[in-house]
C-alpha cells in the first residue's frame, strides 16, 4: 500500500530549491511540455528511463516530483514507484507548473 504523498506549496519548493543543492526536482510531463517551460534545476525524465536509472540513486535524497497542476495525476504513478522502491524522502508539488509561473518562481524557457 503506498503512504501519503508529502504535499509542498511552491514556497516551500522554492525554499528547498535554494536549501539543497542535492534536491532532485523531476518534471514528469512530456518532454515538450518541459522543454516549453520548466522548473529550473528539474530533471524531466520518461517512466521508462526512471526504471533504468534509479537503482543508481540514493535512496534517502530528497526528491519532489510535479506535473503541469493539480489536476495532473502523472506524477503519482511515479511516486509510487520510487515508494515500492524503498526511496524514503518523496514529496509532491501539487500545483505545478501553472501555480510555479503565477508565483513568479525561477523558470527555464526554451
Known amino acids: 500500500m503506498m503512504k501519503d504523498i508529502k504535499k ?3 514556497k516551500e ?9 542535492d534536491l532532485i ?10 522543454e516549453d517551460c520548466r522548473i529550473k534545476n528539474s530533471m524531466n525524465i520518461s517512466f521508462e528511463e526512471l526504471q533504468k536509472h534509479v537503482e543508481k540513486w540514493n535512496k534517502n535524497k530528497e526528491i ?9 495525476n502523472l506524477d503519482k504513478n511515479v511516486f ?3 515508494d515500492k522502491k524503498g526511496f524514503k524522502n518523496l514529496f509532491g508539488y501539487e500545483g505545478g507548473m501553472t501555480e ?4 513568479d518562481y525561477p523558470v527555464i524557457k526554451e
Open 8 to 10: 509542498l506549496t511552491a
Open 13 to 21: 519548493l522554492n525554499d528547498k530549491i535554494k536549501q539543497n543543492s
Open 100 to 103: 510555479w509561473r503565477k508565483n
Open 64 to 72: 519532489v516530483l510535479y506535473c503541469s497542476d493539480f489536476d495532473c
Open 80 to 82: 509510487e514507484f520510487l
Open 25 to 34: 526536482v523531476i518534471n514528469v510531463l512530456t518532454r515538450n511540455t518541459y
